[in-house]
C-alpha cells in the first residue's frame, strides 16, 4: 500500500489520505464496507470514488435485518398490518407515515448522495474527527492484503494525513512500514518529528540514512521515467 506527498498539495487537508485510500480501493474494493455510517458523507467530500462503492438504499418489501423500531418491526405495529403503501421504498420518514402517496424524495432508489447521508450540516470539528476515523478504518482493513506501507517524501504531507497514518500505525502494529522523508525539511517540533518520535516509542523504528544518488544512478532513474 503507497502513496507520495506533493509540495502544491501540503496545504490541502487529506491530500495524502486520499491517494492511500485510493490505494487501498484498488487493493480491495470491499474495504468501503469498513466505513461506520455517520463517516460516509464526511468521507465521500474527500474521496468521491466511494460513492459507486456503497450500497445503495433497500427498495423492496423490509425483511427483520433492515427493519428499525419505529418503522415497520412488529413492536412497533398497532393496529394490524401496515398499509402496502408504506412498504415501497424501504424507512419511512414521518411525513411519509400519514396515510398519503409517497413524496418523490422517498421514493429516491439510485446511490444515495452526499446530502441524503447526513442528518444536517456538520460542524467542521465532527467532519474532521468522521473523515479520521473512517479513513483509519478503510486502511485497516485493507491492512491484511498488503504487504507493508510506504510512503515517500512525507515531509510535504499534510497534518490531518500525518494523523491518519499514525493512527493506522498505532491500531495495526504488525503492518510493516517504510516512510521516507527529507531530514532537513522536516522541522524539529514539527508534526513529522512528532509523529515519529511518537511512532519510536510504540514500535521497532530503524532509521537508514540514504545519500543522496550518484550521477550514473540518477541517469538510470530519468531513463526509466521518460521510457
Do not use: C, K, N
Request: proline share 13%.
Amino acid at each position: 500500500l503507497s502513496a507520495r506527498a506533493y509540495l502544491p498539495e501540503r496545504a490541502e487537508p487529506w491530500s495524502l489520505a486520499r491517494g492511500l485510500l485510493r490505494a487501498a480501493l484498488a487493493v480491495d474494493r470491499d474495504v468501503a464496507g469498513a466505513l461506520p455510517g455517520p463517516a460516509v458523507p464526511a468521507l465521500l467530500e474527500v474521496v468521491p470514488d466511494l460513492a459507486d462503492l456503497l450500497p445503495e438504499p433497500p427498495t423492496g418489501p423490509l425483511d427483520p435485518a433492515t427493519r428499525r423500531p419505529g418503522s415497520l418491526d412488529p413492536d412497533s405495529r398497532q393496529g394490524g398490518s401496515p398499509d402496502p403503501a408504506f412498504r415501497r421504498t424501504g424507512p419511512l420518514d414521518a411525513a411519509s407515515r400519514r396515510g398519503g402517496p409517497l413524496d418523490p424524495a422517498s421514493r429516491r432508489t439510485g446511490p444515495l448522495d452526499v446530502a441524503s447521508r447526513r442528518g444536517g450540516p456538520l460542524d467542521p470539528a465532527t467532519r474532521r474527527a468522521l473523515v479520521l476515523e473512517g479513513a483509519v478504518r478503510m486502511l485497516v482493513a485493507a491492512a491484511p492484503a498488503v504487504a507493508a506501507l510506504a510512503l515517500d517524501d512525507l515531509q510535504w504531507a499534510d497534518p490531518d494525513s500525518l494523523l491518519v497514518v499514525a493512527d493506522l500505525l498505532d491500531r495495526v502494529p504488525g503492518l510493516p512500514a517504510v516512510l521516507a522523508y527529507r531530514p532537513e525539511e522536516a522541522l524539529p517540533g514539527g508534526l513529522l518529528r512528532s509523529a515519529l518520535a511518537g511512532l519510536a516509542d510504540r514500535r521497532q523504528v530503524r532509521p537508514v540514512a540514504l545519500p543522496p544518488l550518484a550521477l550514473a544512478d540518477l541517469g538510470q532513474v530519468l531513463d526509466a521515467e521518460i521510457a
